[in-house]
């Protein structure tokens, strides 16, 4: 065996023996009873929600309203594909009436706490069990995996915003009605915002709907709407690009003559900056257009701190600098 299989080896069982004495913990803290049975909650004070990624914490938000009090693990410009749980989130989670968490691998680091939460009984809920496989974009480099970014296809997002809705309803049966009902009103509005933003698209000429990112973040948002998306990095942020990847992308780039790439606000600009630097030193001078909200909402007063936000300033930033007008 491979030095490298020993070492990802050694790790997964770390992570697994970790991760069951941290649950174990939390058990113990929570007294003789142990972890709760799956089954309706009776409270009537509002249920406790975790979340992993902020366009989840965003969503559970509007469809739960004052039914629900969500915590979010996952701040604005944090990476998905890397983050670590802490002993503390797992005591979140733990304690959670429900959690609600991506799914697809995104969070390929907390992969192994889900699985053990799940089998414990708790609410536990992967949104992208909304989506058929056959409406999932594939991964290139895992076979039989797929592409976890879904909410970049509004369609898909209302499916998740549908099925958000019902799992509430589910946990929490006496208000089943509202939660389906905002659930209902929250994928008119995805809807309506589709329509929006096939509008603004179409200002972009069809020879520059090219989106060259930092990851390939985008696939969905391609198959959707008709862009040719490329990536310096594949789909999870893990897995780094190296020198021929960036020689690769300028070569593209330069041929094409892509007026405008991006970089993306919870991954580092260097790879992007670095792909520019070799596109010039093919004789052809590219922008970068401004930075998009990938895998995480942005910051309070951003505008982009809800996933409504997130995607008008994202198509705004992608329209002006596929049009030249990008930041130098």
């Known amino acids: 065996m491979k030095p490298n299989c020993v070492l990802l080896t050694v790790n ?15 058990a113990v803290g929570c007294g003789k009873e142990g972890p709760r049975e799956r089954g309706p909650v009776t409270s009537d004070a509002p249920l406790g929600v ?55 691998h995104l969070e390929g680091k907390m992969a192994e706490i889900f699985e053990q939460m799940h089998t414990r009984g708790q609410h536990v809920f992967a949104v992208t069990d909304a989506i ?20 970049f296809d509004l369609a898909l997002w209302q499916r998740a915003a549908r099925f958000v809705g019902d799992r509430l309803a589910e946990v929490d049966a006496p208000n089943a ?33 090219v989106l060259v990112t930092s990851h390939d973040a985008f696939g969905y948002f391609g198959r959707a709407y008709g862009f040719d998306v490329r990536g310096l990095q594949g789909i999870s942020t893990a897995t780094e690009a190296g020198t021929a990847d960036v020689q690769d992308l300028a070569a593209l780039v330069a041929e094409r003559r892509i007026p405008a790439m991006f970089i993306e606000s919870s991954i580092s600009p260097r790879g992007i900056e670095a792909v ?45 600098g596929l049009a030249g007008r990008g930041e130098s």
Do not use: K
């Not at 991760?19 to 913990?25: E, I």
């Not at 009605?177 to 994928?187: F, K, T, V």
């Open 276 to 320: 520019r630097e070799a596109v010039r030193a093919r004789g052809f001078d590219v922008e970068i257009g401004g930075t998009l909200y990938g895998d995480a909402l942005g910051p309070v007063g951003s505008g982009a701190d809800t996933f409504v936000g997130m995607v008008r300033a994202n198509m705004e930033t992608i329209v002006n």
């Open 12 to 26: 997964i069982l770390f992570l697994r023996v970790a991760v069951v004495a941290l649950l174990g913990l939390v």
């Open 132 to 151: 058929a496989e056959d409406d999932r974009l594939q991964s290139e480099l895992f076979t039989g995996n797929y592409d976890p970014h879904i909410w």
């Open 50 to 104: 975790v979340t992993t990624t902020s366009m989840i914490a965003d969503m559970v938000r509007v469809v739960g309203g004052d039914l629900v009090r969500v915590q979010g693990l996952m701040g604005p410009g944090v990476d998905p594909h890397l983050y670590q749980a802490s002993q503390g989130d797992v005591s979140r989670m733990a304690g959670a009436d429900v959690v609600f968490y991506n799914g697809l």
């Open 177 to 209: 009605d509202a939660y389906r009902s905002r659930a209902s009103a929250l994928a008119e509005e995805l809807a309506a915002l589709d329509v929006e933003v096939r509008a603004d698209l179409a200002q972009v000429p069809e020879e520059s709907r």
